[in-house]
Protein backbone atom coordinates (compact mmCIF):
# COMPACT_ATOMS: atom_id res chain seq x y z
CA UNK A 1 0.00 0.00 0.00
CA UNK A 2 2.64 2.50 0.60
CA UNK A 3 3.84 2.02 -2.90
CA UNK A 4 0.80 2.59 -4.40
CA UNK A 5 -0.23 5.58 -1.87
CA UNK A 6 3.24 7.01 -3.08
CA UNK A 7 2.84 6.37 -6.69
CA UNK A 8 -0.83 8.82 -6.11
CA UNK A 9 0.64 11.22 -4.32
CA UNK A 10 3.12 11.99 -7.38
CA UNK A 11 0.82 12.88 -9.33
CA UNK A 12 -1.64 14.96 -6.61
CA UNK A 13 2.02 17.09 -6.23
CA UNK A 14 1.46 18.07 -9.77
CA UNK A 15 2.12 21.90 -9.76
CA UNK A 16 -1.06 22.78 -11.51
CA UNK A 17 -3.37 20.33 -9.08
CA UNK A 18 -1.88 20.79 -6.24
CA UNK A 19 -1.68 24.77 -5.80
CA UNK A 20 -4.55 25.03 -7.66
CA UNK A 21 -6.71 22.89 -5.44
CA UNK A 22 -5.09 24.00 -2.27
CA UNK A 23 -5.52 28.03 -3.90
CA UNK A 24 -9.49 27.13 -4.65
CA UNK A 25 -9.87 25.50 -1.13
CA UNK A 26 -8.52 27.83 0.99
CA UNK A 27 -10.27 31.03 -1.20
CA UNK A 28 -13.66 29.06 -0.80
CA UNK A 29 -13.30 28.90 2.93
CA UNK A 30 -12.29 32.57 3.32
CA UNK A 31 -14.59 33.65 1.22
CA UNK A 32 -17.65 32.16 2.71
CA UNK A 33 -16.32 33.03 6.37
CA UNK A 34 -16.38 36.89 5.17
CA UNK A 35 -19.67 36.60 3.80
CA UNK A 36 -20.83 35.10 6.80
CA UNK A 37 -19.79 37.58 9.02
CA UNK A 38 -20.60 40.65 6.68
CA UNK A 39 -24.22 39.57 6.36
CA UNK A 40 -24.88 38.67 10.02
CA UNK A 41 -27.17 40.30 11.54
CA UNK A 42 -28.52 41.21 15.39
CA UNK A 43 -31.09 38.56 15.47
CA UNK A 44 -32.66 35.69 13.69
CA UNK A 45 -35.53 37.79 11.38
CA UNK A 46 -38.38 36.27 8.76
CA UNK A 47 -38.01 36.14 5.04
CA UNK A 48 -34.93 35.84 2.97
CA UNK A 49 -33.06 37.62 5.51
CA UNK A 50 -33.28 34.58 8.12
CA UNK A 51 -30.95 32.51 6.78
CA UNK A 52 -28.27 35.40 8.23
CA UNK A 53 -26.53 34.41 10.78
CA UNK A 54 -26.97 36.21 14.58
CA UNK A 55 -24.11 38.37 15.79
CA UNK A 56 -24.70 36.63 19.12
CA UNK A 57 -23.87 33.41 17.68
CA UNK A 58 -20.56 34.43 15.79
CA UNK A 59 -19.48 35.34 19.46
CA UNK A 60 -19.91 32.21 20.95
CA UNK A 61 -16.99 29.84 21.27
CA UNK A 62 -17.48 27.88 17.88
CA UNK A 63 -18.01 31.60 16.10
CA UNK A 64 -14.08 31.09 14.47
CA UNK A 65 -15.15 28.36 12.45
CA UNK A 66 -18.78 29.41 11.71
CA UNK A 67 -17.48 29.89 7.94
CA UNK A 68 -15.82 27.11 7.77
CA UNK A 69 -18.04 25.00 7.91
CA UNK A 70 -20.68 26.75 6.29
CA UNK A 71 -18.34 26.47 3.19
CA UNK A 72 -18.28 22.39 3.38
CA UNK A 73 -20.82 21.99 0.25
CA UNK A 74 -18.42 23.65 -1.84
CA UNK A 75 -15.43 22.50 -0.78
CA UNK A 76 -17.33 18.95 -1.03
CA UNK A 77 -18.35 19.34 -4.64
CA UNK A 78 -14.11 20.03 -4.90
CA UNK A 79 -13.08 16.86 -3.03
CA UNK A 80 -15.51 14.38 -5.22
CA UNK A 81 -14.06 16.06 -8.46
CA UNK A 82 -10.59 15.66 -7.56
CA UNK A 83 -11.39 12.32 -6.44
CA UNK A 84 -13.71 11.36 -9.53
CA UNK A 85 -11.30 12.72 -12.02
CA UNK A 86 -7.85 11.15 -10.12
CA UNK A 87 -10.02 7.81 -10.36
CA UNK A 88 -11.64 8.09 -13.56
CA UNK A 89 -8.57 9.57 -15.39
CA UNK A 90 -6.55 6.07 -14.88
CA UNK A 91 -9.28 4.28 -16.84
CA UNK A 92 -9.62 7.32 -19.99
CA UNK A 93 -5.79 7.55 -20.28
CA UNK A 94 -5.04 3.47 -20.06
CA UNK A 95 -2.48 4.07 -17.00
CA UNK A 96 -4.36 1.47 -15.01
CA UNK A 97 -3.63 -1.21 -16.49
CA UNK A 98 0.87 -0.36 -16.09
CA UNK A 99 -0.39 0.27 -12.61
CA UNK A 100 -1.97 -2.57 -11.89
CA UNK A 101 1.23 -5.14 -13.27
CA UNK A 102 2.99 -3.06 -10.47
CA UNK A 103 0.88 -3.91 -7.75
CA UNK A 104 -1.67 -6.53 -8.81
CA UNK A 105 -3.41 -6.73 -5.49
CA UNK A 106 -6.17 -4.14 -6.19
CA UNK A 107 -7.50 -3.44 -2.94
CA UNK A 108 -4.17 -3.14 -1.94
CA UNK A 109 -3.58 -0.17 -4.80
CA UNK A 110 -7.06 0.84 -4.65
CA UNK A 111 -6.48 1.34 -0.49
CA UNK A 112 -2.99 3.57 -1.49
CA UNK A 113 -4.97 5.72 -3.52
CA UNK A 114 -7.69 6.52 -1.31
CA UNK A 115 -5.23 7.10 1.60
CA UNK A 116 -3.55 9.52 -0.76
CA UNK A 117 -6.39 11.24 -1.69
CA UNK A 118 -7.37 11.87 2.03
CA UNK A 119 -4.61 13.09 3.30
CA UNK A 120 -4.26 15.53 0.17
CA UNK A 121 -7.65 16.82 1.01
CA UNK A 122 -7.12 16.37 4.77
CA UNK A 123 -4.06 18.67 4.50
CA UNK A 124 -6.36 21.37 2.26
CA UNK A 125 -8.64 21.42 4.96
CA UNK A 126 -6.12 22.10 7.55
CA UNK A 127 -4.79 25.31 5.55
CA UNK A 128 -8.36 25.88 5.28
CA UNK A 129 -8.82 26.37 8.38
CA UNK A 130 -6.11 28.60 9.30
CA UNK A 131 -6.80 30.69 6.63
CA UNK A 132 -10.93 30.61 7.94
CA UNK A 133 -9.97 31.36 11.07
CA UNK A 134 -7.85 33.79 10.44
CA UNK A 135 -10.30 35.76 8.46
CA UNK A 136 -12.52 35.31 11.07
CA UNK A 137 -10.88 37.33 14.06
CA UNK A 138 -10.31 40.54 11.54
CA UNK A 139 -13.79 40.37 10.57
CA UNK A 140 -14.87 39.78 14.04
CA UNK A 141 -12.63 43.02 14.92
CA UNK A 142 -14.41 44.99 12.15
CA UNK A 143 -17.85 44.55 12.93
CA UNK A 144 -16.88 44.86 16.92
CA UNK A 145 -17.83 40.68 17.50
CA UNK A 146 -16.28 40.01 21.03
CA UNK A 147 -13.62 36.75 20.52
CA UNK A 148 -12.81 36.11 24.06
CA UNK A 149 -15.08 32.96 24.11
CA UNK A 150 -12.55 32.03 21.03
CA UNK A 151 -9.43 31.66 22.57
CA UNK A 152 -10.73 30.44 25.81
CA UNK A 153 -10.23 26.48 26.14
CA UNK A 154 -13.53 25.76 24.90
CA UNK A 155 -13.08 27.88 21.90
CA UNK A 156 -9.88 26.24 20.76
CA UNK A 157 -11.56 22.59 21.59
CA UNK A 158 -14.44 24.04 19.10
CA UNK A 159 -12.00 24.87 16.42
CA UNK A 160 -9.92 21.44 16.35
CA UNK A 161 -13.84 19.93 16.53
CA UNK A 162 -14.38 21.97 13.18
CA UNK A 163 -11.33 21.14 11.94
CA UNK A 164 -11.68 16.87 12.31
CA UNK A 165 -15.81 17.18 11.60
CA UNK A 166 -15.09 18.95 8.22
CA UNK A 167 -11.98 16.83 7.10
CA UNK A 168 -14.13 13.70 7.90
CA UNK A 169 -16.90 15.19 5.63
CA UNK A 170 -14.42 16.40 3.11
CA UNK A 171 -12.83 12.80 2.96
CA UNK A 172 -16.77 11.53 2.29
CA UNK A 173 -17.10 13.36 -0.39
CA UNK A 174 -13.61 11.97 -1.64
CA UNK A 175 -14.98 8.64 -1.11
CA UNK A 176 -17.78 9.32 -2.97
CA UNK A 177 -15.94 10.45 -5.95
CA UNK A 178 -13.71 7.97 -5.99
CA UNK A 179 -16.80 5.45 -6.48
CA UNK A 180 -17.84 7.09 -9.03
CA UNK A 181 -15.16 7.60 -10.76
CA UNK A 182 -14.59 3.54 -10.90
CA UNK A 183 -18.54 3.28 -11.77
CA UNK A 184 -18.33 5.53 -14.57
CA UNK A 185 -14.90 5.43 -16.12
CA UNK A 186 -15.12 8.63 -17.18
CA UNK A 187 -13.58 11.78 -15.52
CA UNK A 188 -15.53 14.11 -17.30
CA UNK A 189 -18.90 11.98 -16.84
CA UNK A 190 -18.43 11.31 -13.24
CA UNK A 191 -17.64 14.94 -12.47
CA UNK A 192 -20.47 16.06 -14.15
CA UNK A 193 -23.08 13.58 -12.44
CA UNK A 194 -21.48 14.14 -9.45
CA UNK A 195 -21.53 18.00 -9.13
CA UNK A 196 -24.98 18.14 -10.70
CA UNK A 197 -26.41 15.75 -8.22
CA UNK A 198 -24.87 17.13 -5.39
CA UNK A 199 -25.33 21.06 -6.14
CA UNK A 200 -28.79 20.91 -7.96
CA UNK A 201 -30.83 18.45 -7.19
CA UNK A 202 -29.92 17.60 -3.77
CA UNK A 203 -29.86 21.02 -2.91
CA UNK A 204 -33.76 21.24 -4.31
CA UNK A 205 -34.68 18.21 -3.49
CA UNK A 206 -33.91 19.50 0.43
CA UNK A 207 -35.20 22.58 0.07
CA UNK A 208 -39.00 21.38 -1.68
CA UNK A 209 -39.41 18.19 0.50
CA UNK A 210 -37.73 19.37 3.59
CA UNK A 211 -38.37 15.28 5.15
CA UNK A 212 -35.66 14.07 3.29
CA UNK A 213 -32.98 16.26 4.06
CA UNK A 214 -31.58 13.57 6.69
CA UNK A 215 -31.55 11.13 4.32
CA UNK A 216 -29.63 12.88 1.83
CA UNK A 217 -25.73 12.33 1.42
CA UNK A 218 -24.86 15.75 1.00
CA UNK A 219 -27.28 17.00 3.40
CA UNK A 220 -25.62 14.07 5.67
CA UNK A 221 -22.35 14.97 5.18
CA UNK A 222 -22.95 18.93 5.26
CA UNK A 223 -24.41 18.47 8.58
CA UNK A 224 -21.38 16.05 10.12
CA UNK A 225 -19.55 19.17 9.09
CA UNK A 226 -21.45 21.33 11.33
CA UNK A 227 -21.51 19.32 14.33
CA UNK A 228 -25.29 18.44 13.64
CA UNK A 229 -27.99 21.22 12.74
CA UNK A 230 -31.57 22.15 13.87
CA UNK A 231 -33.29 19.49 11.66
CA UNK A 232 -30.33 16.95 11.58
CA UNK A 233 -28.87 15.63 14.57
CA UNK A 234 -24.78 15.02 14.63
CA UNK A 235 -25.44 11.34 15.90
CA UNK A 236 -27.90 10.80 13.03
CA UNK A 237 -25.85 12.42 10.43
CA UNK A 238 -22.76 10.76 11.24
CA UNK A 239 -24.72 7.13 12.01
CA UNK A 240 -26.33 7.74 7.94
CA UNK A 241 -22.72 9.09 6.35
CA UNK A 242 -21.02 5.60 7.60
CA UNK A 243 -23.46 3.60 6.14
CA UNK A 244 -23.64 5.62 2.90
CA UNK A 245 -19.92 5.24 2.90
CA UNK A 246 -19.39 1.73 3.57
CA UNK A 247 -22.19 1.15 0.98
CA UNK A 248 -19.98 3.37 -1.47
CA UNK A 249 -16.74 1.44 -0.65
CA UNK A 250 -18.67 -1.94 -1.16
CA UNK A 251 -19.62 -0.71 -4.64
CA UNK A 252 -16.64 0.33 -5.62
CA UNK A 253 -14.02 -2.07 -4.35
CA UNK A 254 -16.44 -4.97 -5.83
CA UNK A 255 -16.63 -3.39 -9.58
CA UNK A 256 -12.49 -2.73 -9.15
CA UNK A 257 -11.96 -6.08 -8.25
CA UNK A 258 -14.10 -7.89 -10.65
CA UNK A 259 -14.20 -5.63 -13.62
CA UNK A 260 -11.67 -6.69 -16.09
CA UNK A 261 -9.02 -3.78 -17.32
CA UNK A 262 -8.60 -3.86 -21.37
CA UNK A 263 -6.81 -0.89 -21.85
Not at 226 to 236: F, R, V
Request: positive net charge.
Amino acid sequence: MANAFASEWIKLRRRSLFYGSYAAIIAVACLVTVLTFSTAGRSATTGPASQSTPLSQLALSSGSVNGLEGSLTILGVIAFAIAASQMATEYGQGTLRNLLVRQPRRIVFLGGKLLAISTFMIGAVALATIGSIAVAFAMAHGRGIPTNAWTAFSGLGAMATGLIDVSVATVGFALLGLTLGIVMRSSVAAVAVGVAYLLPVEQILASTVRSTAGYLPGQLLSSVAQGGTATIGYAHSLVGTLLYLAVAAGIGATLFIRRDVTA
